[in-house]
């Protein structure tokens, strides 16, 4: 059974940064791509960062220069840091796990940006 785990959200002024957390409860992580997705109320839910197990990175246009999406595979975790934040950043975050063509999903972790 996998489990993932998010922490590191709450509430942040506009222009503030926070720094979310994932791990995962798995024995090869490091073969896992890995990803942070969110969803807004009312909105479907969007890729924010992706990161292969070969370290290739990927962006929405909306994040981009402002997050990044880093690993450390000797905790099993996976971390999304984001600066400058926005109001239009409030949302929740989902880790995803992805390997051999099956999908993991955490909880998701809120994160709200004030104006």
């Known amino acids: 059974q996998v489990q993932l785990v998010e922490s590191g959200g709450g509430l942040v002024q506009s222009g503030g940064s926070l720094r979310l957390s994932c791990v995962a409860s798995v024995s090869i992580f490091r073969l896992y791509a890995m990803a942070w997705y969110r969803q807004a109320p009312g909105k479907q839910r969007e890729l924010v960062a992706g990161l292969t197990s070969g370290g290739t990175t990927t962006y929405a246009d909306s994040v981009k220069g402002r997050f990044t999406i880093s690993r450390d595979n000797a905790k099993n975790t996976v971390y999304l840091q984001m600066n400058s934040l926005k109001p239009e950043d409030t949302a929740v975050y989902y880790c995803?796990?992805?390997?051999?063509?099956?999908?993991?999903w955490g909880q998701g972790t809120q994160v709200t940006v004030s104006s």
């Open positions: 995803n796990g992805l390997i051999g063509g099956r999908n993991y």
